[in-house]
Nanobody
Framework: QVQLVESGGGLVQPGGSLTLSCAAS????????MRWYRQAPGQERELVAT????????GYLESVKGRFTISLNNAENTVYLQMNSLKPEDTAVYYC??????????????????WGQGTQVTVSS
């Protein structure tokens, strides 16, 4: 079955860096876009970064542009989120996500979102 396993979170001081990893299995990793979301306490989950299946195109939440970089390694079925110049407002649980198509009798019937368990990032002095 589809599994997404995040790692790399932790406590870091403002201005510091962390790299999150998401190891994927159970589907053709090189065929689908991958995303990182985050959710802070009392806040809605928000999309942080997205990358196409080939890695040729990326997109970022405005507040992380220039500080975060999403990348992937198709040989290792892993997507990364490099986070630099971290701020206290980046504190959240970070989730890896992909959406896979569903088919019935060879007809496309929609998509299913898959999520990892999340990894906590805390930015504090």
């Amino acid at each position: 079955q589809v599994q997404l396993v995040e790692s790399g979170g932790g406590l870091v001081q403002p201005g510091g860096s962390l790299t999150l990893s998401c190891a994927a299995s159970g589907f053709t990793f090189s065929g689908y876009a991958m995303r990182w979301y985050r959710q802070a306490p009392g806040q809605e989950r928000e999309l942080v970064a997205t990358i196409t299946s080939t890695g040729g195109s990326t997109g970022y939440l405005e507040s992380v542009k220039g500080r975060f970089t999403i990348s992937l390694n198709n040989a290792e079925n892993t997507v990364y989120l490099q986070m630099n110049s971290l701020k206290p407002e980046d504190t959240a649980v970070y989730y890896c996500n992909t959406a896979l198509p569903n088919y019935s009798s060879m007809r496309f019937t929609g998509e299913t979102d898959y999520w990892g368990q999340g990894t906590q990032v805390t930015v504090s002095s």
